[in-house]
T-cell receptor, first 114, second 113 residues
């Protein structure tokens, strides 16, 4: 089955700096890589996703890059703001023994200091 | 309109009790899920239902049982609650599984005393 590793577990940046979170996956059949943001006490919400037929996707200050050969994908946040402070989760689909579910990374707690 | 709703938001109960958490989605999605988020914030899939059929059943204790009366609802029943069941439980739904956006409910914080 799929295994998703996420690093770092915590990340602290100064407002205006960039933040990068990296994830690796194990299943070469995986074809969809979402990123979820969870603010304190709130539900996880999708912020960006990428499919395996593209290498990069941008949406304003956030971008995701995918390296299928190396089996890793990264979230990039530029010009960070205090409201970017949250826990971020990457995920990849599991098409293995338990089919049809997303496997989430263990999360990265991002703190943006004003 | 709330896309995915759960009740109750908080649930405090004694060990050994039986409890249920309800989930409803008004997005017309075909698949619904239950996740458990522990104190370390790890999100783990417990169950998913696709068109009222259980598609996956992770290695959760059989004290947990999902019940889906129709495509818009997926309830979670927990028997003989244990201390380790304390967590936040999220319901979610998506149109396609698994390679599609999942919409999460607000979560139910379960505390077992």
């Amino acid at each position: 089955g799929e295994n998703v590793e996420q690093h770092p577990s915590t990340l602290s940046v100064q407002e205006g700096d960039s933040a990068v979170i990296k994830c690796t996956y194990s299943d070469s059949a995986s074809n969809y890589f979402p990123w979820y943001k969870q603010e304190l006490g709130k539900r996880p919400q999708l912020i960006i996703d990428i499919r395996s037929n593209v290498g990069e996707k941008k949406d304003q200050r956030i971008a995701v890059t995918l390296n299928k050969t190396a089996k890793h994908f990264s979230l990039h946040i530029t010009e960070t703001q205090p409201e970017d402070s949250a826990v971020y989760f990457c995920a990849a689909p599991n098409y293995g023994g338990s089919q049809g579910n997303l496997i989430f990374g263990k999360g990265t707690k991002l703190s943006v200091k004003p | 309109d709330t896309a995915v709703s759960q009740t109750p938001k908080y649930l405090v109960t004694q060990m050994g009790n039986d409890k249920s958490i309800k989930c409803e989605q008004n997005l017309g999605h075909d698949t619904m899920y239950w996740y458990k988020q522990d104190s370390k914030k790890f999100l783990k899939i417990m169950f998913s239902y696709n068109n009222k059929e259980l598609i996956i059943n992770e290695t959760v204790p059989n004290r947990f049982s999902p019940k889906s009366p129709d495509k818009a609802h997926l309830n979670l029943h927990i028997n003989s609650l244990e201390l380790g069941d304390s967590a936040v439980y999220f319901c979610a739904s998506s149109q396609v599984m698994p390679a599609d956006e999942q919409f999460f409910g607000p979560g139910t914080r379960l505390t077992v005393l």
